[in-house]
């Protein structure tokens, strides 16, 4: 029997021995030249803590709220593709493990379970991604069966006009299947002679007309509080508030989109300064240890999304997989906590921790 993983970077490496090459590199691919990919993980890295001691740590309290929303600790499930590729329970067994951890899962438009078996399959807090399509018709058809199945919030993602370049896509000529969301509103076999197939289904029918603007067309058709999911700029940040979204995801895409751009991590306390605690500011992006969760929330963040060290576990283990993920994620994050002397998530402060900056003038 192989040892059980302890840790997510071990989850990886056995992920790759049981995904076929062309699946496992579309997990774990980013754009091009892959600068950010490495990034989002390192940055992390660079970020050291200021611990306090002598503070009575005999008990930790993870929980939070998330738009109105309780719970368990601030370490939820992101959006990511197609989990049928990685699992045959796909979709249903993320989700079951997300009521499992009394979590949130926040469910791709590109499911390879539909939204309604999803919603049936568990109690599950759900969030639904939206991309919106050339025929607007097929944003508000989703839309509506989000919020008539239950899902509590529209998480738009406004980074992918059109698809980053993905090489290993490209070279394994990468093939999207149906996607169950959109059957019966669009094909998602789109067939290239040129690389992969998800490229073409893309540049073919997403929208690169998304604007501002869209963000009222938006509100107009749903009552469920609008997400914006692919910030990374103080002016973006400023004009969703002023567009009057809910939340914000500061985001990379996963470092799959505009290659180069920073690491969401070295991008979050600049979004955090602009919306002034206006709406929640929450982060996904290189998120592998509860170390970096207690980073983000010490730069502002109320919460992270974590997307492949879910699939991942889903991989290796199913369900259960996903649930160890994220209790792995938990503990780390209980034991950084008493460690640095925040008994709670309040306690986590600015001060817990020196950012690289903050070294090099130090040095100065």
Sequence with gaps: MAAEPVNLNEFQIMAKKVLPKMYYDFYTGGAEDQYTLKENVEAFQRITFRPRVLVDVSRIELSTTILGHTISSPIMIAPTSMHKLAHPEGEIATATAAAACNTIMVLSFSATCSLEEVAASCNAVRFFQLYVYKRRSIAANLVQRAERNGYKAIILTVDCPRLGRREADIKNNMIVPQLKNLEGLLSTQVVS????????????????????????WLKSITKLPIVVKGILTREDAMKAIEVGVEGIIVSNHGARQLDFTPATISALEEVVDAVKGKVPVLLD????????????????????????????????????????VIEMLKNELELTMALSGCPSLKDISRSH???????LQSML
């Design 193 to 216: 002679d040129k690389g992969s197939s998800l490229e073409a289904y893309a540049n073919e029918t997403f929208d690169a007309s998304l604007c501002w603007k869209d963000v009222g």
């Design 285 to 324: 992006g290189g998120v592998r240890r509860g170390t970096d969760v207690f980073k983000a929330l010490a730069l502002g963040a109320q919460g992270v999304f974590v997307g492949r060290p879910a699939i991942y576990g889903l991989a290796v283990k199913g369900g259960q997989g996903v649930r160890q």
């Design 353 to 359: 921790v020196r950012t690289e900056r903050e070294r």
